[in-house]
Every structure is written in C-alpha cells, then in structure tokens.
C-alpha cells in the first residue's frame, strides 16, 4: 500500500501521469531497505546535464526522499515487517506483558490496603479488650485490697511486710481478732481459740468455720496449674515449722520437691533446694509429716516415705485394694485416687476400693513403716465429692472444686463410724481446687486454687 501511494503521488506531482512514474522497494548491499523512484521526461530524450536535471525536480525528489526515511522510521518504530504493517506475535506479547503487570500491582495493592485496613480494625478492637480487662483488673483489686487492710495470717506464715503477691484477709475476719482478744473470758471465747492459728491448745472440736482464703504465692508456670504444698506440723531437725514445701504436680515426671527456708522465700519464688525424688509421685495428695514427704508413686496403689535428711525412700507399703490411677478420683478427675493426710492424731490415707464400691475409705497409717493400724470404710462416695481432710480424726469433704460457693457438706467421725450432712460455707475463689490439706500446728487449711497457694482459717467447737 506504501508503494501505490507513493507512486500515485509521484504521478500527480508530474502533471498526473500515472503511467510514466515507477517506485521500486528493495534491499541494498548492506541489506538497509532503499527506494527507486523513476519518472519519464515527457519532452526530453536525453538528460542535458550529467549533474542532474530540473532543479524543481530535484527539489521535489530531495523532499520525497526525506518523506520515506520518515515513514520508514515510523513503520520500523510500530514494529512493521511489510506493506500492511503487520506485527510479530512476540513482540505483540511483550508489549502487552507491561500491561498486565502493571494491572496485576495494581490489584495486589487494593488487596493490601483491604488487609491492612482489616488489620487496624483488629487493633482497634484488642485495644478496647485489654482496657476493658484493665479496668476490671483495677475494679477487682480495689475491691479486694481496700486501702489500710492487713493479713492476719502474716504473723502465721511470717510472710514479707511488701510481698508482690500479697492478699490480705478480709475485714469481717480481723473484726474477729479483735473480739477474740477483747472480749471476756467465756464458752465462746475458749470454743474460738481452738481456730486461732499457732495456738499451742491440743484440745479437738468439731469444724463450725472456715474463712475466706488468703492467697500466700502464685505458680508461674503451667506445671504449677495444680500443686501442693506444705509445712511440717512436727518437724524433725534441721528442719523447722519455718520450712515451706512446695510440688507442682503437672507432667508425666513429677519429680521436684521444692525447698524453702522461710515463707518469703515461697511468696518470692526463690527455693533454698530441689530435691530429685528416685520415683516420680502422682497427683495431689503429698504431705509432710515428721521429717518425711508422704507420697503416693506413679502408677502404683502403694505410699511412700521419702526421707528429707537422707533423701532417700525410707518406707514403701502397698494399700491392699485401693484404686489407683483414674480407678475412683475425687470429683476433679487428676488421679487423685489416694490422699494422705494430718491431722492432730496422726497420718491417714483416704482411698476407696472396688469391694467399697467407690465409697471413701480410711485407714490410720504408721508414719515410720507405713503399716495400717485401723480401717473404716465410709458411706461417703469419693467421686461425688472434690477433695476432703481430716481434723482431729473426723473426715471432711467439699462439694465443689469449681463452685465459688461451695459447702463443705459430709463428716464422717471416726471415733463414732457415723457420718453427717453438713452446710459450712467455703470459698473457691480461683474456681480450680486441687489440694486440699489441715495443719494442726498452723490450724488453717492449706490449699491449691489454680495456680494460687492459698489458706483459710478454721474454727472449732468442743463438742
């Protein structure tokens, strides 16, 4: 199509004589694509001038011949191989790949901007939860720790003036202090002063009391999720009533007896020793009597006396019978089949056995060769009820390990073999109870609320 315009403009410059004018394309020795362009003189045979003919002529020639490099330059700019410009599918491509590109950024960036607006949202949202809980966080604290209280059970525990962890007793209980110690001599006084902790009375009564919990420590880790711990009511040199104990018993291989010489030590954290029991014990149900850490071992239905001076097992005895191992747990479930306990008379196991039926099962232990001294064998299911403890040779269980207002509600006294409903009020304040002793030194209640090490004050009454 090039080559007919050309050569139809040629024959119009001439005075339109198609015929006369002729356009020639090809390539060259050195293969540039060159044009010939031939017109006929209509009057002249011969050229008169070997330097060139009419200088019009010339002009125009010299003017079409800079029109061509121009669309030549053009067609080779648009990619054209030919007469009618046609394109190479590569070069087609690549240009178009530019474009799709740049399309595809494009929606990369709506779909960023779409995620990071998401994302702000979001933020949004965790900020007013977290000050949400702050200002729950500030309405709990102040409503637990009212400006002037102090613990009554600091004297008990010699806990440190600043501990962080620090929960102070109620009001209501420190009233009682006070009218315990003002108050005259009379039954009530003498009944009261079997609760008072540390106090050097043996006399035994019966359970009409227990206080709100005081939170002493707190586990920092899962493995202290459930846990016991422990003082010695009846230490044995080097040890001293001071001496804390300490297991958390989460995990296959619970193996570690924590060590603490004085209470500031276990409200910090910070152990004296860790002693590496030769077996690993399981569950909850550990205590420290008279220089030793009663335990049950790891799958077996036996106890064991593991000595705190030698660090050696002294003592190891087989409950004949006993459920071990899931068999009949207290309500809680974590394996707690097989409890030891203290109380003023001595050390018991509670367990049940198939014969029992799942009922709760007592029997008075030897605390140097575990022998068992007397049985009874309860009408109290050791399923439905959370946790249980004896205070001077009565057992007493709790209905709730997750209930906030739970009851301790049966006694079973061991010196009569009847039992008793009972409805005294007991606080699970962290709503996860998995340890549940009496110290008859202390005359609190030592317990382990989900993470929280905590006591609670008792009171009895003569009967």
């Not at 009944?191 to 009409?208: H, I, K, M, N, W």
């Not at 709730?400 to 009972?422: H, K, Q």
Request: aromatic content about 10%; some cysteine.
């Amino acid at each position: 199509m090039l080559g007919v315009w050309l050569l139809l403009w040629g024959s119009a410059a001439l005075g339109g004589r198609a015929d006369t004018a002729f356009l020639r394309r090809a390539h060259d020795g050195s293969g540039h694509c060159t044009y010939s362009f031939t017109v006929a003189s209509p009057v002249e045979a011969a050229c008169p001038e070997a330097a060139g003919g009419v200088p019009e002529l010339r002009a125009e020639l010299a003017a079409l011949a800079a029109r061509l490099s121009r669309l030549e330059s053009r067609e080779r700019g648009a990619g054209g191989s030919g007469p009618g410009g046609a394109r190479d599918p590569q070069q087609v491509a690549a240009a178009a790949r530019p474009e799709a590109a740049y399309g595809e950024l494009l929606r990369a960036k709506a779909r960023l901007e779409e995620e990071k607006g998401r994302l702000e949202r979001e933020k949004e949202e965790l900020g007013r939860r977290l000050e949400s809980s702050a200002q729950e966080i500030t309405r709990l604290r102040a409503a637990r720790c009212p400006p002037g209280r102090e613990g009554p059970a600091r004297d008990t525990l010699r806990a440190p003036a600043k501990a962080p962890r620090w929960e102070p007793q109620p009001l209501s209980y420190q009233e009682l202090q006070s009218e315990r110690s003002e108050v005259p001599v009379s039954r009530l006084l003498e009944e009261t002063a079997l609760g008072r902790p540390g106090e050097e009375d043996s006399g035994c009564g019966q359970l009409v009391w227990v206080g709100e919990p005081v939170v002493f420590g707190r586990a920092d880790s899962i493995a202290g999720k459930y846990g016991v711990w422990m003082k010695d009511p009846e230490p044995v040199a080097p040890f001293t009533r001071d001496n804390t104990w300490r297991v958390d018993t989460v995990g296959t291989e619970v193996r570690q007896l924590f060590q603490y010489e004085e209470a500031e030590q276990l409200a910090r954290g910070y152990p004296a020793k860790v002693h590496i029991l030769p077996r690993p014990l399981e569950s909850t149900g550990a205590v420290i009597y008279r220089g030793g850490l009663f335990f049950q071992p790891r799958h077996s239905r036996s106890v064991a006396r593991y000595d705190l001076r030698g660090e050696t097992i002294t003592a190891e005895r087989e409950i004949p019978g006993a459920g071990y191992h899931g068999q009949y747990p207290y309500s809680w479930g974590g394996y707690t089949d097989i409890d030891l306990a203290v109380d003023e008379t001595g050390l018991w196991v509670i367990y049940s056995t198939d014969k029992a039926r799942g009922a709760i099962v007592l029997s008075k232990l030897d605390p140097e060769t575990l022998e068992i001294r007397r049985t009874w064998e309860t009408n109290i299911r050791k399923r439905g009820v959370a946790n249980s403890f004896l205070i001077c040779g009565t057992l007493y269980t709790i209905s709730s390990y997750s209930a906030p207002n739970a009851t301790v509600n049966f006694a079973y006294d061991t010196a009569t073999g009847t039992s008793r409903a009972l409805s005294i009020p007991f606080e699970n304040r962290f709503r996860y109870l998995s340890m549940l002793d009496y110290n008859p030194a202390e005359r609190q209640l030592f317990a382990w609320d989900s993470f929280n090490m905590v006591t609670y004050p008792v009171r009895l009454a003569r009967a």
